[in-house]
T-cell receptor
């Protein structure tokens, strides 16, 4: 597609439920990133994929968070047993290569609200 | 540890004025400094970026000034327009194959007509 597509755009879930967030990167972009944006905070790195591999998962806040990427394309971020502190905008970005100077292209994000 | 500190948190400028946003970094290994612009409901978009081998980079009304010795860089928006109203993030990263950007907390810019 022309840009990075994320779905759903908004998600309201009850505390304790599991949620799945989807990211469709730009075709041909080998690198994919998930960031989290909380109110008044910057963008917090969660995980990086190169192809289907995730060499850096260091930003995942807890073992309730996991992510996968299939076919070198679509990625899913899963949050199990959601907590109120998980409420945030989850942003996906992709880039043509793995270096920062390639520039990230971000999707519009998924706004997650845990009630 | 916040590696990139951004100020101010919010900024109000009159149309035609100059908007200035500042960032400071700690990690001297950083050698790539982009600025991202984010409109409500959208993801951040790359605006302009600089490497430390130059002290200034200009693209249209947007200029990055870089001070390597002070470990600071800033974004200047000349002739600010209401359409520039957005949140601006500075970021820093290491070159080569390094993939991770460290972002500042953002500045909400409002340009009044």
């Amino acid at each position: 597609g022309a840009g990075v597509s994320q779905s759903p755009s908004n998600k309201v879930t009850e505390k304790g439920k599991d949620v799945e967030l989807r990211c469709d990167p730009i075709s041909g972009h080998t690198a994919l990133y998930w960031y989290r944006q909380s109110l008044g905070q910057g963008l917090e790195f969660l995980i990086y994929f190169q192809g289907n591999s995730a060499p850096d998962k260091s930003g995942l806040p807890s073992d309730r968070f996991s992510a996968e990427r299939t076919g070198g394309s679509v990625s899913t971020l899963t949050i199990q047993r959601t907590q109120q502190e998980d409420s945030a905008v989850y942003l996906c970005a992709s880039s043509l290569g793995s270096g920062v100077s390639y520039g990230y292209t971000f999707g519009s994000g998924t706004r997650l609200t845990v009630v | 540890q916040q590696q990139v500190k951004q100020s101010p948190q919010s900024l109000i400028v009159q149309k035609g004025g100059i908007s200035i946003i500042n960032c400071a970094y700690e990690n001297t290994a950083f050698d790539y400094f982009p600025w991202y612009q984010q409109f409500p409901g959208k993801g951040p978009a790359l605006l302009i970026a600089i490497r430390p081998d130059v002290s200034e980079k200009k693209e249209g009304r947007f200029t990055i000034s870089f001070n390597k010795s002070a470990k600071q860089f800033s974004l200047h928006i000349m002739d600010s327009q209401p359409g520039d109203s957005a949140t601006y993030f500075c970021a820093a990263g290491r070159g080569g194959s390094n993939y991770k950007l460290t972002f500042g907390k953002g500045t909400l810019l409002t340009v009044n007509p």
